[in-house]
């Protein structure tokens, strides 16, 4: 699980089977402040097959045969959460979840405070022992 979630980390299954949701859980969640509920991926090896039932062209095969695909999930939408319940989770699946337009402009202001904090700072000072 990478991504603007309570927890980077590998999720172990728990039972013999695990969902989308549950490993959102188990991740901690997609946070508040920092992710994007319309940016969930999950990357995924399958089999050509499946990727031509979903008209998509496949990619180039790993060396198990298997192609690489993407799933986009939008958990903005109430629905696709009951579709989370469904989905199952494969070994060796990567979730990502991206962060949210705003988190890049807040790391903006950041640096600027960052680099002017200390001149206005010592701006205030020197005007107020005047």
Known sequence: MFGATGQNNEIRFSGA???LAEA????GGLQDSRSDPAGVFLFRYENPAVAIALGRKP???A???RVPLVYRLDLSNAKTYFAAERFPIEDKDV????????T?????????NTLTGPAVTGAVVTSATK
Not at 24 to 27: E, H, R, S, T, V
Not at 104 to 112: C, P, S
């Open 104 to 112: 890049e402009l807040e790391k903006f202001f950041r640096l600027i």
């Open 95 to 102: 979730l990502y979840v991206a962060n949210a337009d705003i």
């Open 17 to 19: 089977t695990m969902n």
């Open 24 to 27: 959102l859980a188990k991740a």
């Open 63 to 65: 060396p198990d045969g």
């Open 59 to 61: 990619g180039e095969a």
